[in-house]
């Protein structure tokens, strides 16, 4: 079998730093640390703090008050940060830098007058925290479908559009050209939406899965940015498979002389990424 490693792969600046900020509080803190969210949308690495006594919640009912939170990778909404502060939960932020400058984005443009078009996922941690810094001047859209759908807003209604960090950049680009279609008077806006993590580990996809019969991409299956990266392969017509573990490699479509493009996404440890290469290396 001809394996190609993808790089970059895996951990992103933003996942080492939550996990960091996390390690810290675990180490050094006696007390239960809850977080709101999965810290980074992994299993592997939520079940590692979990049995290290780590609490992950998706509600701030099941937090008690004054008790120690972090915010997870991907940010909360200001709702959550005053109702912990009302409640004197004592909160650590793990939200990554690049995730709060979408959410400042979305304000300035708000105080600015601007109805912004956010394009994400609907429902997903980093979405609900990002709609929640300007919920009346923003306008969430997560497909093609939903752009007919859209309310009318009058020409002289200043509007721009942003997008969650870890979006499929070709995806992304079809959804903008629509919104320009639907709304002529549409801005480009002050910064790229999609993270420089997510478009690398993109774009490398994209170059080297055509020479492969098939991509494996190590992540979980609650992990945007690693749902997009087989995304990415099969948009260039080479089948892809998400897999958390050994458990998941897809045997039935491995031959001997297969040749198989493996990367991870940014939520991946590479000791997971690295398990799943040596049981293919020794097929
Ligand atoms: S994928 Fe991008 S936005 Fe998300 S944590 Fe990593 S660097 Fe930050």
Redesign the pocket.
């Known amino acids: 079998m001809k394996l190609t490693l993808a790089e970059p792969r895996g951990f992103?600046?933003?996942?080492n730093r939550a996990i960091n900020i996390l390690e810290d509080v675990v180490r050094n803190e006696k007390e239960r640390a809850y977080v709101y969210h999965e810290i980074v949308h992994n299993a592997w690495v939520v079940r590692d703090f979990q049995r290290r006594g780590v609490v992950f919640v998706e509600s701030l009912d099941d937090v008690p008050d004054g008790a120690l939170l972090l915010f997870s990778?991907h940010g909360v909404s200001p709702q959550i940060r005053a109702e912990a502060a009302a409640r004197k939960i004592r909160a650590i932020d793990a939200t990554?830098p690049?995730?709060h400058r979408i959410h400042q984005q979305v304000r300035d443009y708000a105080d600015a007058g601007y109805r912004v078009i956010f394009i994400g996922k609907r429902g997903h941690d980093e979405v609900v925290g990002t709609l929640g810094e300007a919920p009346d001047a923003t306008t969430l859209v997560s497909s093609l479908d939903e752009i007919a759908s859209l309310p009318d807003f009058p020409p002289t209604q200043r509007m721009t559009y942003l997008t969650q960090?870890?979006l499929s950049v070709s995806q992304a680009a079809k959804i903008v050209d629509a919104l320009r279609e639907r709304y002529p008077q549409l801005e480009d806006p002050n910064v790229e939406g999609i993270?420089?993590?997510?478009q690398q580990r993109q774009d490398v996809v994209r170059r080297l899965a055509p020479q492969h019969d098939l991509t494996i991409v190590v992540g979980s299956v609650n992990s945007s940015?690693s749902k997009r990266l087989a995304d990415v392969s099969r948009e260039v017509g080479v089948p892809a498979y998400l897999v958390d573990g050994v458990e998941d490699l897809p045997w039935e479509a491995l031959k001997p002389d297969s040749a198989v493009l493996i990367t991870a996404g940014?939520s991946a440890p590479e000791s997971v990424f690295q398990t799943c290469v040596q049981f293919l290396r020794d097929v």
């Open positions: 992103c600046s933003g996942v990778a990554c690049l995730v960090t870890t993270c420089y993590a997510t940015n940014a």
